[in-house]
C-alpha cells in the first residue's frame, strides 16, 4: 500500500486563500518599509556554517538547522570521533553549511562583503523565511517568514525613534489596535548586573530574565541561581520583578538603583531620549512600554532592545522585535558600523488578523469574472472581451471545458466568483454580454464597454 505523502512537522502547505492573506500583510508592511527609505535586497537560504554558528548563542546554535555535506562526508570523521558520540565535535566535520536562522546575521555577513557599493547610512529590507528547529506550538514553526528592517553605519538614536514610528504605521495600515511595542535597553542590563555584582553572569541573567512572562518569577530566580547567580545579587534586582508605572516613572526609579552605573545611566539616557521624542511626534494606535524583563538572549544586542505584543486577549507570543547592535559586522571583520533593525513575525500576524477578523475583502479578492465555456466558436468570442477586460486589470478567465451549465456555475460558487458571464449564439450575434451577480442572482445583457464599467466599479 502506497504510504500517504506528508510534510515535516513545523511546515505548512499554503492554499490560495491563506497566500493571498499572508500576500496582504506583506504588500503592507513592504509598503511602508519604502515610505520609510529602506532598499530591498535578498540573500541565499543557506549560508556557511562558520557565518551563523556562535551569533544567537548556546540555544539559538541549538535550533539552526545543519546541512549535510554531499557525498561520502562519514569518511572526514576519525573512529575515535564517533566513539566519543560528541556531536560538537563531529558536526563541523560533516555539515559545512546550514539554513538561515534569521536575516539578521545574514545581512551583516552581506554589508561586509559588498561595503564597498554600499552607501552608509544603508537602510535595507528584507522578506525572506527562516529555519529554527524549534518545538512546534500555536505560532511557532520551524519555517517561516521574517520581514525584517534595519539602518547600519548610524549610532543616532533618531533611528529607534523611526523604528517605534514604522511599527505603529504597518499595525494602523493594518487596522491592528492595541498592540503594544515593548521596549528596553541591555545597557540598563549591563548596569543592573554591574551594581548587584553579577557581571560575570550578564548572559546568563538576561537569559533566565527574558522568560519571566513565560515561566514565572519563581523558576527565573531559579534558573538564576541553578547559573550561579547569588541569592543575594538575585534580591538585589527585585526590583525588577515588581517595577511599574509608565515609561518615564520606571525610568526615574531605575536611575536610583543604577545611579552608580555608567552603562546603566547611559542606557537611561537612551531611553529618555526615544521616549520624549514619541511622546512628541505621537502614535496612531500602538502604545510604547517600557519592560525592564525584557532582554532578548540575542548575544549582539547592545542598545534598545523592542518586542512587540498583539493586543490584550489575543493568546500570542511576541509578533515583532529588534533592537541596537553596536559592532554586528565586526564578527566579519568590519569593526566600528553599528546598526539596529527591527522585525515583523508574519506568520502571528496572520493568526493575530484571522482570530480578530481584520483582513479586509480586498485581500481575498481572486478572478472577478469568469466566463461560462458554451464552445469553441463562443469561447473564441469570450476570450476576445477578457483580453480587453484584463488590459483593464480587471481578473477574468474562461472555463476551460464544455461542461454542463450547473458544473460550471457550481465551480464559480466554489471560488466565490462575483461574477458570471453567459456569451452563447445569442449574445454572439447581437455583439453582446450577459452578467450574472453570483450573490444578488440578478443579470444584465451589456455591451463590452458596459461590462468593463461595470465590473471596474466592482473592482
Same mark, same amino acid.
Given at each position: 500500500?502506497?504510504?500517504?505523502?506528508?510534510?515535516?512537522?513545523?511546515?505548512?502547505?499554503?492554499?490560495?486563500?491563506?497566500?493571498?492573506?499572508?500576500?496582504?500583510?506583506?504588500?503592507?508592511?513592504? @509598503?511602508?518599509?519604502?515610505?520609510?527609505?529602506?532598499?530591498?535586497?535578498?540573500?541565499?537560504?543557506?549560508?556557511? @556554517?562558520?557565518?551563523?554558528?556562535?551569533?544567537?548563542?548556546? =540555544?539559538?546554535?541549538?535550533?539552526?538547522?545543519?546541512?549535510?555535506?554531499?557525498?561520502?562526508?562519514?569518511?572526514?570523521?576519525?573512529?575515535?570521533?564517533?566513539?566519543?558520540?560528541?556531536?560538537?565535535?563531529?558536526?563541523?566535520?560533516?555539515?559545512?553549511?546550514?539554513? !538561515?536562522?534569521?536575516?539578521?546575521?545574514?545581512?551583516?555577513?552581506?554589508?561586509?562583503?559588498?561595503?564597498?557599493?554600499?552607501?552608509?547610512?544603508?537602510?535595507? &529590507?528584507?522578506?525572506?523565511?527562516?529555519?529554527?528547529?524549534?518545538?512546534?506550538?500555536?505560532? !511557532?514553526?520551524?519555517?517561516?517568514?521574517?520581514?525584517?528592517?534595519?539602518?547600519?553605519?548610524?549610532?543616532?538614536?533618531?533611528?529607534?525613534?523611526?523604528?517605534?514610528?514604522? &511599527?505603529?504605521?504597518?499595525?494602523?495600515?493594518?487596522?491592528?489596535?492595541?498592540?503594544?511595542?515593548?521596549?528596553?535597553?541591555?545597557?540598563?542590563?549591563?548596569?543592573?548586573?554591574?551594581?548587584?555584582?553579577?557581571?560575570?553572569?550578564?548572559?546568563?541573567?538576561?537569559?533566565?530574565?527574558?522568560?519571566?512572562?513565560?515561566?514565572?518569577?519563581?523558576?527565573?530566580?531559579?534558573?538564576?541561581?541553578?547559573?550561579?547567580?547569588?541569592?543575594?545579587?538575585?534580591?538585589?534586582?527585585?526590583?525588577?520583578?515588581?517595577?511599574?508605572?509608565?515609561?518615564?516613572?520606571?525610568?526615574?526609579?531605575?536611575?536610583?538603583?543604577?545611579?552608580?552605573?555608567?552603562?546603566?545611566?547611559?542606557?537611561?539616557?537612551?531611553?529618555?531620549?526615544?521616549?520624549?521624542?514619541?511622546?512628541?511626534?505621537?502614535?496612531?494606535?500602538?502604545?510604547?512600554?517600557?519592560?525592564?524583563?525584557?532582554? !532578548?538572549?540575542?548575544?549582539?544586542?547592545?542598545?534598545?532592545?523592542? =518586542?512587540?505584543?498583539?493586543?490584550?486577549?489575543?493568546?500570542?507570543? @511576541?509578533?515583532?522585535?529588534?533592537?541596537?547592535?553596536?559592532?554586528?559586522?565586526?564578527?566579519?571583520?568590519?569593526?566600528?558600523?553599528?546598526?539596529?533593525?527591527? @522585525?515583523?513575525?508574519?506568520?502571528?500576524?496572520?493568526?493575530?488578523?484571522?482570530?480578530?477578523?481584520?483582513?479586509?475583502?480586498?485581500?481575498?479578492?481572486?478572478?472577478?469574472?469568469?466566463?461560462?465555456?458554451?464552445?469553441?466558436?463562443?469561447?473564441?468570442?469570450?476570450?476576445?472581451?477578457?483580453?480587453?477586460?484584463?488590459?483593464?486589470?480587471?481578473?477574468?478567465?474562461?472555463?476551460?471545458?464544455?461542461?454542463?451549465?450547473?458544473?460550471?456555475?457550481?465551480?464559480?460558487? !466554489?471560488?466565490?466568483?462575483?461574477?458570471?458571464?453567459?456569451?452563447?449564439?445569442?449574445?454572439?450575434?447581437?455583439?453582446?454580454?450577459?452578467?450574472?451577480?453570483?450573490?444578488?442572482?440578478?443579470?444584465?445583457?451589456?455591451?463590452?464597454?458596459?461590462?468593463?464599467?461595470?465590473?471596474?466599479?466592482?473592482?
Amino acid at each position: 500500500m502506497t504510504q500517504k505523502p506528508s510534510i515535516p512537522k513545523g511546515t505548512r502547505d499554503f492554499p490560495p486563500l491563506e497566500v493571498a492573506k499572508r500576500k496582504f500583510i506583506m504588500n503592507t508592511i513592504q @509598503s511602508q518599509f519604502e515610505h520609510y527609505g529602506f532598499q530591498p535586497i535578498e540573500t541565499p537560504s543557506f549560508e556557511n @556554517s562558520s557565518t551563523l554558528m556562535g551569533k544567537y548563542g548556546e =540555544e539559538g546554535d541549538r535550533l539552526i538547522f545543519k546541512i549535510l555535506n554531499s557525498g561520502e562526508y562519514l569518511k572526514k570523521v576519525d573512529e575515535s570521533a564517533f566513539a566519543k558520540a560528541n556531536y560538537k565535535e563531529i558536526t563541523p566535520r560533516i555539515s559545512e553549511k546550514a539554513l !538561515r536562522y534569521d536575516l539578521t546575521v545574514p545581512f551583516a555577513r552581506y554589508v561586509v562583503q559588498h561595503q564597498n557599493d554600499i552607501e552608509f547610512p544603508f537602510k535595507r &529590507y528584507q522578506m525572506q523565511p527562516v529555519w529554527r528547529a524549534d518545538r512546534p506550538q500555536k505560532g !511557532r514553526f520551524r519555517e517561516f517568514y521574517q520581514c525584517d528592517a534595519d539602518v547600519v553605519g548610524s549610532d543616532s538614536l533618531w533611528q529607534e525613534v523611526e523604528f517605534v514610528q514604522l &511599527y505603529d504605521a504597518v499595525f494602523t495600515a493594518l487596522k491592528l489596535e492595541g498592540v503594544i511595542i515593548k521596549m528596553n535597553n541591555r545597557k540598563i542590563l549591563s548596569g543592573i548586573a554591574e551594581v548587584i555584582g553579577a557581571s560575570d553572569k550578564l548572559i546568563d541573567f538576561t537569559v533566565a530574565l527574558d522568560k519571566l512572562d513565560k515561566i514565572g518569577e519563581d523558576k527565573v530566580k531559579q534558573e538564576m541561581l541553578d547559573k550561579g547567580i547569588s541569592q543575594e545579587a538575585i534580591d538585589s534586582a527585585s526590583i525588577l520583578f515588581s517595577l511599574s508605572g509608565n515609561f518615564a516613572s520606571q525610568l526615574e526609579a531605575l536611575k536610583e538603583l543604577l545611579f552608580t552605573s555608567e552603562v546603566g545611566t547611559e542606557g537611561i539616557e537612551e531611553m529618555l531620549f526615544i521616549n520624549d521624542a514619541i511622546q512628541t511626534l505621537g502614535l496612531s494606535t500602538a502604545r510604547l512600554q517600557l519592560d525592564v524583563t525584557l532582554a !532578548r538572549g540575542l548575544n549582539y544586542y547592545t542598545g534598545a532592545i523592542f =518586542e512587540v505584543s498583539a493586543p490584550e486577549g489575543v493568546q500570542m507570543g @511576541s509578533i515583532g522585535g529588534g533592537g541596537r547592535y553596536a559592532d554586528l559586522t565586526g564578527i566579519f571583520g568590519l569593526k566600528d558600523v553599528s546598526g539596529v533593525g527591527i @522585525s515583523f513575525g508574519l506568520d502571528r500576524i496572520y493568526l493575530v488578523l484571522e482570530e480578530l477578523g481584520l483582513f479586509p475583502e480586498e485581500a481575498t479578492q481572486g478572478v472577478q469574472v469568469i466566463f461560462i465555456n458554451f464552445g469553441d466558436k463562443e469561447s473564441l468570442y469570450a476570450m476576445q472581451a477578457i483580453k480587453a477586460l484584463r488590459a483593464q486589470s480587471i481578473a477574468a478567465e474562461l472555463y476551460p471545458d464544455t461542461a454542463k451549465m450547473k458544473k460550471q456555475m457550481t465551480h464559480a460558487n !466554489r471560488r466565490s466568483i462575483p461574477f458570471v458571464i453567459l456569451a452563447g449564439d445569442q449574445e454572439v450575434a447581437d455583439n453582446t454580454y450577459t452578467l450574472k451577480d453570483m450573490v444578488t442572482g440578478t443579470q444584465d445583457t451589456v455591451t463590452l464597454e458596459e461590462l468593463i464599467k461595470r465590473l471596474t466599479a466592482n473592482s
